[in-house]
């Protein structure tokens, strides 16, 4: 007999009661047409143009925050894999810092910074760049870089460590056969890093796909993305079904991209686990 079963039954049992039984729930829900089953609340998912429009700002919003979460990632983890300890502390607090802040504090201080009247535009209007305020908020470029901000040190850790597990002979031999350095990086280290790219581009998009707050802070009620829709359709419109089907399709396409990073990268690895 496990002399561990004690300690494991309850922790089954909560994730029975706290996931399972909730997920379940939720499922039904999102079956549910009145007292009937039926599947009305995924055919309007696929058909009804409002809610199309909107998924199609959700992955718009998403993809172009993964490239740029992705590039500006990998300059970083490249400058921590090449730098001295003290530079490589230095540039890691930089990203913790404002990593360790609450996303709410996050949004509400890029609002500040963004609006018209906010401390960007007022420089660029003093330094004569401008004339006039620069609309950066409460629009989709505004929810950019909120979620931006918040997902680079996602992209960057996992980056960094395989960059720092890259044999720098690699480039040594690349350079002794005649290659610049851009050449080195370009056929040599890129390639060796890539399967870290593609997975910190998949788990920088799940993060982005379930944003809330930032969206509705900086999107300002014009930039609604899939979790506030969600939101939206159980506080207003009161269609539960529907935001349950909106669930289940958000918690699906999570799963299956969670499955795809496993399948390049070893996905126990990234979340630290032995």
């Not at 890029?110 to 629009?139: D, E, F, H, Q, Y």
């Not at 950019?144 to 720092?164: C, S, T």
């Not at 999107?219 to 359709?233: A, Q, T």
Request: hydrophobic fraction near 55%; charge should be positive; proline fraction near 5%.
């Amino acid at each position: 007999m496990n002399p561990y079963h004690g300690f494991i039954t309850p922790a089954i049992l909560l994730i029975v009661l706290l996931l399972l039984l909730p997920l379940g729930w939720l499922v039904g829900l999102s079956f549910q047409d009145g007292d009937q089953l039926s599947l009305r609340w995924y055919q309007e998912i696929a058909t009804a143009p409002g809610i199309r429009s909107m998924l199609w700002t959700t992955l718009r919003i998403v993809s172009i925050t993964t490239v740029v979460s992705l590039a500006l990632g990998y300059l970083l983890a490249f400058a921590m894999a090449h730098v001295g300890p003290q530079q490589r502390l230095l540039l890691t607090l930089c990203v913790l810092i404002p990593f360790w802040l609450s996303v709410l504090v996050r949004a509400l201080s890029w609002l500040i910074l963004l609006r018209n009247n906010g401390l960007i535009n007022t420089g660029l209007i003093s330094a004569g760049i401008i004339s006039s305020p620069v609309t950066l908020v409460r629009n989709e470029l505004g929810v950019i870089i909120g979620m931006v901000h918040f997902l680079v040190p996602y992209a960057v850790f996992p980056l960094y460590a395989a960059m720092k597990s890259v044999d720098p002979r690699l480039m040594m031999a690349a350079r002794s056969v005649g290659a610049s350095n851009w050449r080195s990086f370009i056929d040599v280290y890129l390639p060796t890093t890539f399967p870290a790219i593609f997975g910190a581009g998949l788990l920088v998009f799940i993060f982005a796909l379930g944003f809330f707050v930032t969206p509705s802070i900086l999107g300002g009620g014009r930039v609604v993305m899939l979790s506030e829709y969600v939101s939206l359709s159980v506080l207003q419109t009161l269609r539960w079904s529907l935001a349950g089907a909106l669930s289940v399709v958000l918690l699906i396409a999570t799963a299956a991209l969670l499955y795809l990073i496993g399948r390049v990268t070893n996905l126990r690895k990234m979340i630290g686990a032995a």
